[in-house]
């Protein structure tokens, strides 16, 4: 059992507690982070005369060759460790020698694990953002495909208003803008570098923490040490964020399942994003859908239980927050997956326009439409409203679109209608009336994915 603290101990611990207790089985995954860590630590120390020039140059030396190896797989990490600090220090104390042991100096683990999640956190959300603007992408480009594809809109999964594809898929596009928006904004709170913030109280030794944050690619090092070794709101932000970002997934997955059904056939999912059932033959199955719905409970349940973990912690650090990893790094990796064929499956499915227009058109989706028509003729609108609602339940009875009733049967309902009922009443021309801000009309829909267009080409070049 190779563990860091055993001067003050006149027991072995009990192999049971060792197990319970190591967490080397899955912080291994920090491993490169923790390299990264030690290196800049290593440079700031010699810089600050706390180590020689050729002690320094001895851990470099054989922390970079450490790093090299366990890329080849010439060395692997593995063996009992109590934590992946310790197995670094370790193989590193045995290549080097005592120089080894210095590295050390006016560090703890407290502050070493803290900056090594804090750098893999880091990473992995600049990462999870660009898989974010990716979909982005995709779900621009369908939508300058189809700002012409009509649909039906819906609210309580009952046909509401006429729109176009491009505009319902305009709606995630949002949703996952803020997503793309959350991310940044959560990276500049995660730019700190608590390194040399020692157990909790700093260190005697003359540190220079703002130079070992900019050795690491961080702004600045955290302003407080406590709060170094016993922050996680980073980690709690970014588990926030993702259960965000997989509740629109999420979202969209439930409308992708259903448009793939028999009963809507709005779009077919690709052959490669779909699988079969074992007994009935006909089956295509949605099942990248059905597993991001799915996956979406992971993620929530990361976020409660590191909320849990941390709410009734006392300052500063406790071994309870050795419970942040797993659960976050299974959170971080779902995310990433989701994201990943979820694209793929939206980019490679196909719409089918026809069917969509002709269910637009079969759910009185233009009644709205035809109120307006009515208040143009001065008709009060609430008067308006309760004539084409008996103009509804007329074409129920008769088995008729709105626009298949007759001029008499219209007048009947009202002499305001005329012979430019027909033309007011076209699913075309109801979307294309929609222009305010945001609307599915043609020049709306213009000036929104030019706004969409300019947002992308203002996140690309900042990442």
Same mark, same amino acid.
């Given at each position: 059992m190779a563990v860091l603290w055993g001067g003050r101990f006149t027991k072995e611990t009990e192999q049971e507690v060792f197990l319970f207790n190591e967490s080397? =089985?899955? $912080?291994?995954?920090l491993i490169y982070e923790d390299i990264e860590g030690s290196l800049a630590h290593a440079a700031m120390l010699v810089r600050q005369g706390i180590l020689t020039m050729e002690e320094g140059e001895a851990i470099k030396r054989g922390l970079? @060759?450490?790093r090299d190896d366990l890329a080849s797989g010439a060395l692997l990490p593995e063996g009992s460790y109590?934590? +992946?600090h310790s197995f670094i220090e370790a193989v590193l104390t045995e290549r080097i020698g005592e120089a080894g042991k210095k590295l050390h100096t006016g560090r703890s683990r407290n502050d070493q694990v803290a900056l090594d999640m804090r750098l893999y956190t880091k990473k992995q959300a600049m990462r999870i953002r660009e898989r974010v603007l990716k979909l982005l992408k995709t779900i621009y480009g369908l939508m300058e495909e189809h700002t012409e594809t009509i649909m039906p809109g819906f609210t309580h999964l009952q046909k509401a208003q006429p729109t176009t594809l491009a505009h319902h898929l305009g709606t995630y596009f949002e949703m996952l803008r803020r997503d793309y928006l959350r991310l940044s904004d959560l990276l500049k709170r995660m730019d700190e570098s608590p390194l040399g913030s020692g157990a909790l109280a700093g260190t005697t030794y003359p540190l220079d923490r703002d130079f070992a944050a900019r050795e690491l690619g961080f702004?600045?090092?955290?302003?407080? =040490?406590?709060?170094? +070794?016993s922050d996680r709101d980073y %980690? %709690? @932000?970014l588990l926030s964020a993702l259960s965000i970002l997989m509740m629109h997934l999420s979202r969209f997955s439930e409308e992708i399942i259903l448009w793939n059904s028999n009963e809507y056939r709005f779009l077919e999912l690709d052959d490669a994003y779909s699988t079969g059932s074992s007994i009935m033959p006909q089956k295509k199955n949605p099942d990248i859908a059905e597993l991001v719905r799915g996956k979406t409970g992971r993620v929530y349940g990361a976020l409660v239980s590191l909320l849990t973990v941390m709410k009734g912690l006392p300052l500063a650090y406790n071994k309870d927050m050795q419970e942040d990893k797993e659960l976050s790094f299974d959170a971080m990796d779902t995310a990433m997956s989701c994201l990943a064929l979820f694209d793929g499956m939206l980019a490679t499915a196909k719409f089918h326009k026809d069917i969509m227009r002709k269910s637009a058109a079969g759910g009185f989706t233009n009644a709205t439409d035809a109120a307006d028509y009515l208040v143009g003729k001065g008709v009060a609108f609430r $008067?308006?409203?309760g004539i084409i609602g008996r103009m509804v339940l007329l074409c129920i009875e008769k088995g008729k679109t709105i626009e298949e009733l007759s001029i008499e049967e219209l007048k009947e309902l009202s002499p305001a209608f005329g012979e430019d009922f027909y033309e007011a +009443?076209? %699913? @075309?021309?109801? +979307? @294309?009336?929609?222009n305010t801000k945001g609307a599915p009309g043609k020049r709306a829909m213009q000036e929104y994915l030019q706004a969409c267009k300019d947002f992308l080409k203002y996140c690309s070049r900042s990442e």
């Amino acid at each position: 059992m190779a563990v860091l603290w055993g001067g003050r101990f006149t027991k072995e611990t009990e192999q049971e507690v060792f197990l319970f207790n190591e967490s080397f =089985s899955f $912080d291994k995954r920090l491993i490169y982070e923790d390299i990264e860590g030690s290196l800049a630590h290593a440079a700031m120390l010699v810089r600050q005369g706390i180590l020689t020039m050729e002690e320094g140059e001895a851990i470099k030396r054989g922390l970079t @060759e450490i790093r090299d190896d366990l890329a080849s797989g010439a060395l692997l990490p593995e063996g009992s460790y109590e934590d +992946v600090h310790s197995f670094i220090e370790a193989v590193l104390t045995e290549r080097i020698g005592e120089a080894g042991k210095k590295l050390h100096t006016g560090r703890s683990r407290n502050d070493q694990v803290a900056l090594d999640m804090r750098l893999y956190t880091k990473k992995q959300a600049m990462r999870i953002r660009e898989r974010v603007l990716k979909l982005l992408k995709t779900i621009y480009g369908l939508m300058e495909e189809h700002t012409e594809t009509i649909m039906p809109g819906f609210t309580h999964l009952q046909k509401a208003q006429p729109t176009t594809l491009a505009h319902h898929l305009g709606t995630y596009f949002e949703m996952l803008r803020r997503d793309y928006l959350r991310l940044s904004d959560l990276l500049k709170r995660m730019d700190e570098s608590p390194l040399g913030s020692g157990a909790l109280a700093g260190t005697t030794y003359p540190l220079d923490r703002d130079f070992a944050a900019r050795e690491l690619g961080f702004s600045t090092a955290t302003f407080h =040490s406590m709060d170094g +070794v016993s922050d996680r709101d980073y %980690l %709690l @932000e970014l588990l926030s964020a993702l259960s965000i970002l997989m509740m629109h997934l999420s979202r969209f997955s439930e409308e992708i399942i259903l448009w793939n059904s028999n009963e809507y056939r709005f779009l077919e999912l690709d052959d490669a994003y779909s699988t079969g059932s074992s007994i009935m033959p006909q089956k295509k199955n949605p099942d990248i859908a059905e597993l991001v719905r799915g996956k979406t409970g992971r993620v929530y349940g990361a976020l409660v239980s590191l909320l849990t973990v941390m709410k009734g912690l006392p300052l500063a650090y406790n071994k309870d927050m050795q419970e942040d990893k797993e659960l976050s790094f299974d959170a971080m990796d779902t995310a990433m997956s989701c994201l990943a064929l979820f694209d793929g499956m939206l980019a490679t499915a196909k719409f089918h326009k026809d069917i969509m227009r002709k269910s637009a058109a079969g759910g009185f989706t233009n009644a709205t439409d035809a109120a307006d028509y009515l208040v143009g003729k001065g008709v009060a609108f609430r $008067d308006a409203h309760g004539i084409i609602g008996r103009m509804v339940l007329l074409c129920i009875e008769k088995g008729k679109t709105i626009e298949e009733l007759s001029i008499e049967e219209l007048k009947e309902l009202s002499p305001a209608f005329g012979e430019d009922f027909y033309e007011a +009443v076209t %699913l @075309e021309a109801c +979307v @294309e009336r929609r222009n305010t801000k945001g609307a599915p009309g043609k020049r709306a829909m213009q000036e929104y994915l030019q706004a969409c267009k300019d947002f992308l080409k203002y996140c690309s070049r900042s990442e």
